[in-house]
């Protein structure tokens, strides 16, 4: 097993196109880092480097203290799992999982035994002897993975592995590789688009959008403390709600106000200091506020500070949670709320704001201002 370091990685394509723009990263040895982001914003491209099949235009890649910058792919010792399996449709499971073995040399006896290994460690021991072409998506992803597993690599690279498969194949294989990489301990970088799949999968993630990491961190952390507006829209289901206001530094409060909340802050508190320290009187900026944490309750009950009212447009029932659309003056937020509460579209609803759970974003560059 081994680190990976990424120091100051740039590629260019066409001499002019940044796909990956000066992105550092280590990856300590054993854990499994997932690498997230919208299309183009370059993580396939930094797998892509890892493995040593697109060259870096600038910067060092190193596994362990060993620079692999110019080293072949084939002399890197990883494995890689793409969206399409990539099986050898005319041969078995056996065959597939032992062809690179058979590749390399390795006696038929360690081969065998390694593909029966890693066969009972995926549950596919049953299928060893079946055609490719008579398994299931599912069945086949995991041969995928026995073929790598039994290369016993340093690396593991995972190229969205799980985008051809049906939602519950999904759930299901999310769990099988998490118990995987933690049995064998392997370093693995995996990519994605699906904030889902990073957030319960990985020891940390790293939010990537136009070439540049935006965020590494644990997914608890990305969820709670995003470094920008970016992260805090990409990550966490339904988006953070984003809000222009207003702030005003008055005795003993602070207020973020506009045409349809004002929320009143103690200036003593902690969520009101950092406010008071971050912001100018009079200034505008962007508020953000997850649908989980903006609480509503009907007209006229509320215990707590009442920070605004709004009226329900769209009720969306979502297994035990219902997602609220809630709009007034253009302003449309959503609130997650439990499926037990008495609302319909068109009820004028109450709104509360923990300022805990308040994030401010500078309008100007996206940072965030309250970590």
């Not at 602070?254 to 003593?268: G, S, T």
């Amino acid at each position: 097993m081994a680190k990976v370091t990424l120091e100051n990685i740039v590629k260019r394509y066409d001499g002019d196109v940044l796909a990956v723009d000066d992105v550092s990263l280590d990856i300590e040895d054993g854990d499994f880092v997932t690498l997230v982001g919208p299309s183009g914003s370059g993580k396939s491209t930094i797998l892509r480097m890892l493995a040593g099949v697109v060259t870096a235009s600038e910067g060092h890649i190193l596994f362990g203290e060993k620079d692999v910058t110019e080293v072949p792919p084939q002399e890197r010792d990883v494995a890689m799992v793409f969206q399409n399996y990539a099986l050898y449709p005319n041969m078995t499971v056996r065959e597939n999982m032992e062809f690179g073995l058979k590749m390399q040399g390795v006696d038929p006896d360690e081969r065998r035994a390694s593909v029966e290994d890693a066969a009972e460690l995926l549950q596919i021991e049953e299928l060893l002897d079946r055609d490719v072409q008579q398994l299931s998506g599912g069945q086949q992803q995991r041969v995928a993975l026995g073929r790598s597993i039994v290369r016993d690599p340093e690396v593991f690279l995972l190229d969205e592995p799980l985008a051809n498969l049906d939602a519950k194949l999904r759930t299901e294989m999310r769990a099988t590789l998490v118990e995987l990489q933690r049995e064998l301990g392997v370093t693995t970088v995996y990519v994605t688009h699906n904030q889902i799949e990073a957030m319960t999968m990985s020891d940390t993630v790293a939010v990537l959008d136009k070439g540049q990491i935006q965020q590494l961190a644990a997914p608890q952390e990305l969820y709670r403390n995003p470094a920008n507006q970016f992260v805090a829209d990409f990550i966490g289901t339904p988006s953070m709600n984003f809000l222009d206001v207003e702030t005003h530094h008055e005795n003993g409060t602070v207020r973020l106000a506009n045409a349809v909340f004002d929320i009143r802050i103690p200036a003593d508190t902690a969520a009101g200091s950092a406010i008071r320290g971050t912001t100018a009187d009079g200034g505008t900026y962007t508020l953000g506020i997850r649908p989980q944490d903006l609480a509503v309750s009907e007209r006229g009950t509320t215990n707590g500070e009442l920070a605004g009212r709004i009226e329900v447009v769209v009720v969306e029932t979502a297994g035990d949670e219902l997602i609220l659309h809630l709009e007034e003056n253009d302003i449309r937020v959503k609130s997650v709320v439990d499926e037990g509460m008495p609302v319909e579209h068109g009820d004028v609803v109450d709104v509360t704001i923990d300022p805990e759970r308040i994030h401010l974003f500078d309008p100007s560059t996206g940072d965030a201002l309250l970590r």
